[in-house]
């Protein structure tokens, strides 16, 4: 009987299972749009643990078979385990080589199950993940969080991006934004995010994806002026705050 | 005092490299009242005979909705055909649950001769006696299989099985060239008189047949008996028995009457035919 105990704490068994409480290496928003052709994404690079910015050159934009692409804020290795599930996914998928295939929406509403799934094991994955896509002519973009909360919008994004970028999307986004207003546009979230984002860093991925496929671009920095006099002196006009 | 020493199992080869066991499921097949499937780019239409076992009972149901955009017409043991439309209606709602997007028909009919053959390599297990057409509509456009007990499965523009589904098939085989292009209409008529063909004799009325629908625009639906009565009249009361004319369309209608004639002879010979292909050979070739 006392031995039977013993091996149970030490193999751990059923009733007590570690689960993620909290997340180690995060990476921080992810901002993406629509545009005349397709989706627009970007996300900076780095990889931060706790407060420590830790990496630099993290890629958390990915494509995902041939009309989707994906990105993620969060816990890093959960996004990486995230991709796993979809790799074998897509896999599978052409397997059956019968000329249908997984679009976007079917990605998204298959990443909502598994992240509610796992919610419901009180073992979430942490990531708040943006899916874009284009298939026979249909745009998506759509979003899912880690208790399970999805869904479609016109632009999305995560994080500290849905309090700094999504007013600016609000005001500046068009249906019909070309490719090189969408990157503009999509820039000057960054820079907004950069500036007050303690986690952004400067080194940044803009991904595309349209009818013909995706596009991630390489790894590039935002011109930044850091002497504006609110950031010499944050405080002055802000008397009694910090 | 044996008949057959190599029959006893469904996992005994005979030494002619043959699964008896197998091929008797497949009798099963064409035991069952008639049933058939066809075509267009657009739409399925799936038909079959309802025969009542006995004066005093309903007749049992042969064409099940799967799901929106698939049903199936069976022939053969109906209970197996039950058990295997339970079966494709979960995999629909499963595959619907996980990516809110209908099963690609193709996919769920691999899935089902996959269930089918494991049953022809199990000691412990029996084939399924019944062959099911498949039919359904997905991205890559309409479908139409035809699902065998040996596990065995094929697309078609058109079949019929079941009992003297010879005359349907010969109806079919010299019609089916027209029906890719073929309205949603016509291909209910010529389903009907692909039906009228495994009749012998027996005049075609509503109550005997079911007819079944599924396309573009229209979810699978079995059409209801007074709707069946109508084209079924159309046809019928217009052109007398022989000829159906004065349907809508004068091409159709052509077409319809010219080979009418013909295909009255074209059923007896088919009738011989059938008889003839049924003996020979192996229904493994099905």
New interface residues.
Partial sequence: MESNQAKNSLLSSHDNIQRTQYPYVTGTSVVALKYKDGILMASDMGGSYGSTLRYKSVERLKPIGKHSLLGASGELSDFQEILRYLDELILYDNMWDDGNSLGPKEVHNYLTRVMYNRRNKFDPLWNTLVLGGVKKGQKYLGMVSMIGVNFEDDHVATGFGNHLARPILRDEWREDLTFEEGVKLLEKCMRVLLYRDRSAVNKLQIAKITEEGVTISQPYSLKTFWGFSAFQNPTVGAEGSW | MFRNQYDTDVTTWSPAGRLFQVEYAMEAVKQGSAAIGLRSKTHVVLGCVNKANSELTSHQKKIFKVDDHIGVAIAGLTADGRVLSRYMRSECINYG?????PL?V??LV?QLADKAQVCTQRSWKRPYGVGLLVGGL???GAHLYYNCPSGNYFEYQAFAIGSRSQAAKTYLERRFNSFMDSSRDDLIKDALLAIRETLQGETLKSSICTVAVVGAGEAFHVLDNETVQKLIDAFEIAGGEEAPAAAPDAAAEEGGAADQGAAADQGAAAADQGAATEEGVAPMDI
């Fill in positions: 649950f996980t990516y809110e997007s690609p193709g996919r691999v997905d991205e890559s």
